[in-house]
């Protein structure tokens, strides 16, 4: 079912954009808009309404589309595409009607991984599997702990949830199916409230405690807090600790200890954690964070009636982007998360996050996106025509393809020649010849027939006309086959070339029409 969207797309979403220390010319393609999530999909409990769950990943069967939680007089599982279109995926979890109840989800092994924290007593662990999955629908894994916070994949394959009791490692065996242990945090961690924020980075998953002390857990076990000396005053909100595109850790924190408020976001290098430095500052409120399509760190800003933000983790650089109207940052439950993994057509993705159309963040459940992020580019492969034919006017067509998705990128330069024998045949005149055996007369050189620059995006093509210097054209008639390797010479700044040879042969001459007398 095609829901309704709410405006604003276009140059009306950008009017809310400004850029600190940098042009908003930077962001031109981006805007934000949002969907309201379909009545018919998740009905409003009487009196409360409906709202979006934390719990919002890209489809685990690789489409196009994201997956959410939203609850009301029911729970459902939906799916909506970049484009608005929503259908039901799965129900069946307990019925919710006290406001977003701390769920988590992350996509592991063909599956929506969700913990569900008001399933009492303790949580519930479910996998979700898409209709031609092995296992669709709604699958209970297990029950954990007392009250969970979050949920990360970890980078030893295994799932992590926080909890008051600390962090709970599921090891996924046959999915859907998984094991659970409990890892309490050990001193110097407040080890009274457990684990809060989670991530994963640097082959460690990382957390913070109920003080909003940074640690990490691998391998050896437990490291931290981080940093060793100093205060680090890090976010115990579910959802706000990344690593970006640059191998870099993200928290949100606080530049006051105590507060409450996130106004900072911090940068650690997860093979040395004890340099923990402010990556940007003077912000609002951030309460969830992701990383987009392009490897920076977007976030929710809940401060100022609610924005959505980016940090530029190459520059520094903070995008400020306002919601459209009639669209509104709920008063809890937030969430970013990444869109699906397949570009669209132009090459750019999209981040996903709560919303709701109440101007007063109460319950009435939507789905906020921010499209035209774009992807990174990756390296293309360029072919071209093997076999060209030269007209009568000297003139040779090739064609260059770019393959790949339309993220792929093909850029360099190209030259064609050909390799032969410059022979004087006195004053002024010369000839060509191929063959390179028998007496040395002449000298041998490398005629060019051609020079290019190429710039192609995947599934792109380019053709470029050759036009053939006499003395290459003269070379090609004399040879008995008429036929000429000609040798192609790439210079790439991304992507790589297929072939090296172009073989050049001579469009047949006209029939020659004789006349005749009666």
């Known amino acids: 079912m095609r829901s309704t969207a709410i405006r604003v797309a276009g140059a009306a979403a950008l009017a809310g954009v400004c850029a600190l220390g940098a042009p ?48 009301g007089r029911n729970q459902q599982v939906i799916s909506i595409t970049p484009t608005g279109q929503q259908r039901s995926i799965a129900s069946g979890m307990a019925t919710g009607v006290n406001g977003p109840l701390l769920y988590a989800s992350v996509d592991a092994d063909g599956y929506d991984w969700i913990l569900d924290n008001d399933q009492g007593p303790g949580n519930v662990l479910y996998a979700v599997g898409a209709p ?18 979050d949920l990360t994949l970890g980078p030893d394959g295994a799932l ?15 999915a859907p199916a998984a094991s659970c242990a409990t890892n309490p945090l050990p001193p110097p961690f407040y080890t009274g409230a457990g684990a809060f924020a989670l991530g994963a980075g640097g082959g460690q998953v990382w957390f913070t405690d109920g003080l909003g002390e940074l640690g990490s857990y691998g391998p050896a076990g437990f490291g931290g807090p981080f940093p ?73 800003d809940a401060a100022d009636g609610g924005l959505v933000g980016e940090l530029n983790v190459a520059t520094g650089d903070i995008f400020r982007f306002a919601l459209p109207a009639g669209l509104a940052l709920p008063t809890s439950g937030w969430r970013i998360a990444a869109g699906p993994s397949v570009p669209g057509s132009t090459g750019d993705g999209e981040v996903f996050f709560t919303a709701t159309t109440s101007s007063s963040g109460e319950p009435q ?14 390296a293309g492969a ?44 006195g004053k002024r005149r010369r000839r060509l010849d191929h063959r390179f055996a028998g007496p040395r007369r002449g000298r041998i050189r490398r005629l060019l027939l051609g020079r290019w620059r190429y710039d192609l995006r995947g ?54 029409r004789r006349g005749g007398h009666r």
């Open 132 to 149: 031609n999955s092995q296992s669709p629908g709604l699958n209970p894994v297990a029950r954990l702990g007392n009250y969970g916070q």
């Open 365 to 378: 459940a939507a789905i906020g996106e921010v499209t035209g992020i774009p992807f990174p580019l990756s």
């Open 160 to 174: 992590y949830a926080a909890d008051n009791t600390g962090l709970i490692r599921c090891q996924i065996s046959a």
């Open 382 to 425: 360029l072919a071209f025509n093997g076999a060209v034919t030269v007209s009568r006017r000297h003139l040779a067509v090739l064609t260059f393809a770019c393959s790949g998705q339309s993220t792929a990128a093909c850029e360099g330069r190209l030259t064609l020649s050909v390799r032969t024998r410059l022979i004087p045949q």
């Open 459 to 512: 599934g792109h093509l380019l053709r470029a006309t050759v036009h053939l210097p006499r003395l290459a054209y003269q070379l090609l008639e004399t040879l008995s086959s008429h036929r000429l390797d000609a040798t192609v010479t790439s210079t790439t700044r991304l992507g790589t070339v297929s072939g090296h040879t172009v073989v050049l042969d001579v469009a047949p001459a006209p029939p020659v």
């Open 228 to 300: 060793a000396a100093g205060v680090s005053d890090a976010s115990t909100d579910p959802g706000t600790i990344v690593t970006a595109g640059n191998g870099m850790l993200y928290a949100a924190a606080a530049s006051s200890p105590g507060s409450g408020v996130n106004d900072e976001i911090v940068e650690l290098d997860p093979q040395a954690p004890d340099g923990v430095r402010v990556a940007a500052a003077g912000l609002g409120n951030v309460v969830a964070m992701t990383v987009g399509p392009d490897g920076n760190v977007w976030f929710l």
């Open 24 to 71: 908003a010319l930077a962001q031109a393609k981006v805007a934000v808009t949002g969907y309201a999530v379909s009545f018919a999909l998740a009905p409003g409990a009487a009196g409360v309404g409906s709202f979006t769950e934390p719990a919002i990943v890209p489809a685990p069967n690789g489409s196009d589309a994201e997956w959410l939680v939203v609850s």
